[in-house]
């Protein structure tokens, strides 16, 4: 399974961006996604994550800011990220999990995408 992911791009602080994941395959269908990212110099975190019911789980430091969501087929998964600040810049990766539901820990995906870089100017 491949993941493709898109969207990112430099934004001011207090924008917004979408990023989207695509999946080569309905893999994806019956698993969690997750999105993370990785900031220079620091290890990757967990931002969130959408399980194969549509229930959505949030890292505390983009709770009420960003959105997870997914399109009918379940092989595309969007991150609309809202009111961004210079602390959100960062490498953001998307993931399927290993069951249809997941939580915050890495070891719970399986197949992660290449990344797509998020900068927020201040």
């Known amino acids: 399974v491949q993941l493709q992911a898109s969207g990112g791009g430099l934004v001011q602080a207090g924008g917004s961006l979408r990023l989207s994941c695509t999946a080569s395959r309905r893999t994806s269908t019956n698993n969690a996604m997750g999105w993370f990212r990785q900031a220079p110099g620091k290890e990757r975190e967990f931002v969130g994550r959408i399980n194969w019911n549509g229930s959505t789980y949030y890292a505390d430091s983009v709770k009420g800011r960003f959105t997870i969501s997914r399109d009918n087929a379940k092989t595309t998964v969007f991150l609309q990220m809202n009111s961004l600040s210079p602390d959100d810049t960062a490498v953001y990766f998307c993931?399927?999990?290993?069951?249809?539901?997941?939580?915050?820990?890495?070891?719970?995906?399986?197949?992660w995408g290449q990344g797509t870089l998020v900068t927020v100017s201040s």
């Open positions: 993931a399927v999990g290993l069951r249809p539901y997941a939580g915050w820990d890495p070891s719970e995906y399986r197949y």
